[in-house]
């Protein structure tokens, strides 16, 4: 298998892994703000989740037009941002825009002709190890909701 299935059929693995979490999460405990000693719900973490698919989506377009310049991501001020966004947002449109999110950063990484070393870094960093960050609080929660 080339570099770029093997990347994408990891990210398949994770997402599934993710979104069966999520699915059993109770929708009136989707704002319940201990998911982690930061105060998030499910649903900023869903929220957060979807910018940075976003973001890194535009970057990979832009790899694959020759036309990416690298940037400080300014990943805290940027978590904030999207935190604040996120939390002005209904539930149920902030699942929707994360299933386009992520849908936009698969087909912008499968688009590409060449994997280099930044795509992939890119993709990984945010498509599936960003997600693994996240798994050991979602478990955490949607066991204390099972639970509960």
Partial sequence: ???????????????????????????????????????????????HIRCWNAVVADELEKIEAGTFEDFDWNTEENNERFLAEGRRMDPVNVQAELVVSRDHAVRAMA??????????????????????????????????????
């Fill in 111 to 148: 688009a590409l002709m060449d994997v280099p070393p930044k795509a992939e870094e890119l993709f990984s960093e945010t498509a599936f190890k960003h997600i693994d960050d996240h798994l050991p609080e979602l478990h955490r929660f949607a066991e204390r909701v099972a639970g509960a």
């Fill in 1 to 47: 298998m080339d570099p770029k299935q093997e990347l994408l059929e990891v990210e398949r693995a994770r997402w599934r892994e993710f979104r069966d979490l999520v699915d059993r999460i109770p929708p009136d405990r989707m704002e319940d703000p201990t998911l982690n000693a930061d105060g998030w719900s499910v649903k900023d973490l869903l929220w």
